[in-house]
């Protein structure tokens, strides 16, 4: 901006009126100034001037890396600010590091909100961030306090609409392989064991510990496959463990879904691949992110929320991993 000024022969402030399209400077000036940008190439410090202004138009967004839908999020958080005018600064959550790490680097880089996709952080922690910075938190169920909004899909709902399906299919021994301490994990585990009893079949019920990661899904199946017996249809904490268990029992010789019926949860890209073809429980990524991004600009410029914790319908979608339970051999005796 000062080498525009000294070329263009005029004080740096008028090249920031002029750049900026404030009045205060004639058609002329306005011309000369813009001529000389274009000649240098000037391209202005959004950040830089941002900051100056004392406040920042930056969304800083925390994600885990190995979280497909997460990853779905993300592409469409980013179409959302920048529609909006704002940018985004990205940090990855690793598991050999304290989830704190990338939260303060993203602080340090003084963004105007923080955007956290499944923090795994403690209640206490979170409410301590959204004291100092407006904090908006995806995919997790939180108690609410002042700077702090969630956007989540109905978990519990979920998981109701999936037992429910598989019940009417005919099936009863429906096991449920949890995500954890993993982000909406204890919401589905919670869903799962009070639909079996509201179908009258919580004798049947079993959670085996579990997270989200094709690993803990894989790990699930070589326990079910060790069993007396299999379960006629398995609830998976997340697309990514149903993934997992998908490839061991497949790989064992197990028919899925003539012997063992499928669901995960998230409809991920994956899932709908036609060699995977899962039944799954449908987020919405692009609901979920434009309401995260709505809420963070929100907050940053001061504007009255209409709801602090936004809850989003889920929706089964029905693919090639389920069926009616197989039918019991019955003997037949010749006379």
Do not use: W
Request: charged share 25%.
């Amino acid at each position: 901006m000062a080498d525009v000024a000294r070329r263009a022969g005029v004080s740096r402030t008028l090249v920031s009126f002029v750049l900026d399209g404030k009045p205060g400077a004639s058609e002329a000036t306005k011309r000369r100034v813009l001529d000389v940008a274009r000649e240098i190439g000037y391209r202005p410090d959004s950040a830089a001037r941002l900051l100056a202004r004392g406040r920042s138009r930056t969304l800083g967004v925390l994600m885990d890396v190995r979280q497909l839908f997460e990853a779905e999020l993300v592409t469409r958080i980013y179409p959302a600010a920048e529609a909006a005018g704002y940018e985004v600064l990205l940090s990855a959550n690793l598991p050999d590091r304290a989830e704190s790490v990338p939260i303060e680097a993203l602080l340090s880089h003084r963004c105007g909100s923080l955007v956290l996709l499944g923090p795994a952080s403690d209640t206490g922690y979170v409410h301590g961030l959204a004291e100092r910075t407006p904090v908006v938190v995806v995919g997790r169920r939180l108690d609410p306090a002042p700077g702090l909004a969630t956007v989540r899909t109905n978990d519990a709902k979920g998981i109701r609409q999936a037992v429910a399906y598989l019940v009417g299919l005919g099936h009863v021994d429906i096991h449920h392989v949890d995500g954890g301490t993993d982000p909406g994990s204890a919401d589905r585990r919670r869903a799962y064991r009070a639909a079996m009893r509201v179908h009258g079949i919580s004798a049947h019920a079993r959670v085996i510990a579990g997270a989200h990661t094709e690993a803990a899904g894989a790990a699930a199946a070589r326990a079910m496959l060790a069993s007396d017996a299999l379960p006629t249809a398995v609830l998976a904490g997340n697309d990514r463990c149903a993934l997992g268990l998908l490839d061991v029992l497949t790989r064992a010789g197990v028919d899925v879904p003539g012997q063992l019926s499928l669901i995960g949860y998230d409809d991920s890209a994956l899932s709908d691949n036609p060699r995977i073809d899962l039944t799954t429980v449908h987020q919405d990524a692009e609901a979920l992110a434009r309401h995260a991004v709505r809420l963070s600009i929100a907050m940053v410029e001061g504007d009255d929320l209409d709801t602090a914790d936004v809850v989003l319908e889920p929706r089964l979608v029905i693919r090639g991993t389920t069926a009616p339970p197989p039918q019991r051999s019955t003997s037949v005796v010749s006379k």
